[in-house]
């Protein structure tokens, strides 16, 4: 009688379901899935990679294309060109997760990866300013990969292994910040800078922006080949799916208390379905969000920044120097993410984590202006270890909030949960860009202010972006999953 009376717990595998076989695959391998991490880690730079690559030479573009009248002015249109890729991303993010929840991550994350093959590769030939806008435009609109491809880092894994997941989602994502500015920067104009290799009157004389974005474009064909053996991990039938992606019967000694059981399961599931009023999701996102606005306006200050003259407050430095720092950076960055993060995040948990490189970055970003000072291998060196640091900040905040996210929903939730941020996320990423190349332009006109002058004054509204944040991250803003 005494086990009549408790319910039991049955877990069932269903034969021609792709999710089932992923779970049954976890079931029978408690270990780390070194392959299916390998491909989340591909994926998600192959993403990466595109949307950052022209922050080196996005200044010396605008000024082939002689949009600018001015050489204050080229941060102005460059944010533009920034901004369209969020923005395109920001109108269709909601609709690929939507798609990801409905027929699976792996044709969405394909889809993904053909744009950046064909979308990339048009805007290295890009013209004129207007065909440059456009095809990141249509690039951003046709990737939404970003999203599933954190919904799967977590359910290719087992529970214990799942921050390990998400933190190689934001390694990948961070170093791909890393290596496509590196990328843009050592190819770049490769007829000015290589001259007995590509001769002006060459393709490449004629597309000096071509060579950097064929190089990630033919990363994206490879990615794309191996996408063939990347298993599904959506659950396809028609039962319910509980938060763990596991499949579970309830047998009850009697109808009626069984029906009961299914009745208050049925109205909890119901209470949850609406993820908008899910607030320790939209709280996540809302955060997530905000420093994400701080991110890619600092990307896109710092590289406009080195590159522009002392006599405005910069480093004078080359576009190659540019991608040397960013190159020497992303490396130790994957170090950190694949040793030390998921200790940190074992002893701080992610929420102590983001606090903590939060406010480690507010004195850090009051430093950098600073630099203009130094000349020579010490401002290659001192510029290199800052770079780095605040990489490393950026990384560990934003992969603590990943985790919030993704545990604040069930399995069948998780695409159009990170449909929902990735359209939050890519609406203040596209505002950052335009913003921030104002700002820089409107910085640089005040080289003689008396109250932060010049380049002061952008870092420090930098800071005030990252102080607000911070504050965001207490309760009773920010509130925590049950799971």
């Not at 799942?162 to 496509?180: M, N, R, Y």
């Not at 800078?193 to 490449?204: N, T």
Request: charged share 15%; with cysteine; net charge neutral.
């Amino acid at each position: 009688m005494a086990n009549a009376a408790a319910p039991l717990l049955e877990k069932v595998y269903f034969e021609n379901c792709p999710g089932c076989k992923q779970e049954k695959k976890k079931d029978a391998n408690p270990g780390i899935p070194y392959k299916e991490f390998a491909f989340v880690w591909m994926v998600t730079l192959c993403t990466a990679l595109p949307i950052s690559i022209l922050f080196p030479f996005l200044y010396f573009m605008i000024r082939d294309l002689h949009i600018a009248k001015r050489e204050e002015d080229i941060g102005f249109y460059a944010g533009f060109v920034g901004a369209s890729f969020m923005f395109g991303r920001a109108l269709t993010s909601v609709f690929w997760g939507l798609v990801a929840d409905r027929y699976g991550r792996k044709p969405v994350i394909a889809i993904g990866i053909c744009a950046v093959v064909i979308f990339n590769t048009l805007f290295g030939l890009s013209a004129t300013y207007w065909m440059a806008i456009t095809t990141r435009l249509l690039l951003g609109s046709l990737n939404g990969l970003l999203g599933p491809i954190k919904a799967y880092s977590i359910e290719v894994c087992r529970a214990e292994h799942q921050a390990l997941g998400l933190s190689l989602v934001s390694t990948a994502w961070g170093i791909g910040l890393i290596i496509g500015p590196a990328i843009g920067g050592f190819f770049a104009q490769p007829a000015e800078k290589y001259p007995d290799i590509f001769s002006q009157d060459s393709f490449f004389g004629r597309f000096p922006y071509f060579l950097p974005c064929f190089c990630i474009s033919l990363f994206a064909v490879g990615v794309l080949i191996l996408c063939i053996w990347l298993p599904e991990t959506l659950h396809m039938h028609n039962v319910n799916k509980m938060q763990d992606g596991t499949i579970e019967f309830l047998e009850a000694p009697s109808c009626g208390s069984g029906l009961k059981e299914n009745a208050n399961e049925s109205e909890e599931r119901a209470s949850t379905e609406n993820l908008f009023k899910n607030w320790p999701l939209m709280s996540s996102i809302i955060v997530y969000c905000v420093f994400s606005l701080h991110d890619m306006a600092y990307t896109e200050i710092f590289s406009l920044w080195a590159v522009s003259d002392k006599s405005y407050g910069g480093l004078s430095f080359s576009s190659q120097d540019v991608g040397e720092v960013l190159a020497i950076s992303g490396f130790s960055l994957l170090v950190y993410q694949l040793f030390l993060y998921p200790s940190l995040v074992k002893l701080l948990g992610p929420i102590i984590s983001s606090r903590v490189a939060s406010v480690l970055s507010i004195p850090l970003l009051a430093a950098f202006p600073f630099m203009t000072k130094l000349s020579g291998l010490r401002l290659s060196l001192i510029a290199n270890c800052a770079s780095l640091l605040k990489n490393i900040l950026c990384v560990t905040i934003i992969t603590g909030l990943f985790i919030l996210q993704n545990n604040a929903v069930p399995q069948h939730q998780r695409g159009a949960a990170n449909g929902i941020a990735m359209t939050g996320m890519s609406l203040f990423k596209a505002a950052a860009p335009a913003g921030g190349g104002i700002l820089f332009s409107w910085a640089q006109k005040r080289q003689s202010a008396s109250f932060l002058p010049g380049d002061q004054m952008v870092f420090f509204i930098l800071n005030v972006v990252e102080f607000i944040g911070l504050l965001m991250t207490f309760k009773p803003f920010l509130a925590v999953p049950n799971k």
